[in-house]
């Protein structure tokens, strides 16, 4: 049974920062595409941050818009894990952050896409 497991979340002032967590098991994500999608109140789940697998142990990230120059992605695939440095909070980040793998090494923003889904990890963010 594939599992992924977030944690850091929690409550934090504007400016601050969270390094979020995805620890996956019954299964290696090395070489495949996993992604940080977050959901707000009332509104669809987006795709926040994502990296795909380029080759010679090394993964290209990508970030959205609206975070970019404020989180970070990156992968340990000697933990089997993807972490979500975000820098910078504002109150509008405010949301539910799910970690999501697919099957494929390139990454999508279609929720679609996504084999597997973690649970969710609460990020709110006070002016």
């Known amino acids: 049974q594939v599992q992924l497991v977030e944690s850091g979340g929690g409550l934090v002032q504007a400016g601050g920062s969270l390094r979020l967590s995805c620890e996956a098991s019954?299964?290696?994500?090395?070489?495949?595409?996993m992604g940080w999608f977050r959901q707000a109140p009332g509104k669809s789940r987006e795709l926040v941050a994502a990296t795909s697998w380029k080759g010679v142990r090394s993964y290209d990230g990508y970030v959205t818009d609206a975070v970019k120059g404020r989180f970070t992605i990156s992968r340990d695939d000697a933990k089997n894990a993807v972490y979500l440095q975000m820098n910078s909070l504002k109150p509008e980040d405010t949301a539910v952050y799910y970690c999501a793998g697919r099957s494929s090494r390139y990454y999508s923003s279609q929720l679609s896409d996504y084999d597997y889904w973690g649970q969710g990890t609460q990020v709110t963010v006070s002016s």
């Open positions: 019954g299964r290696t994500f090395s070489g495949k595409a």
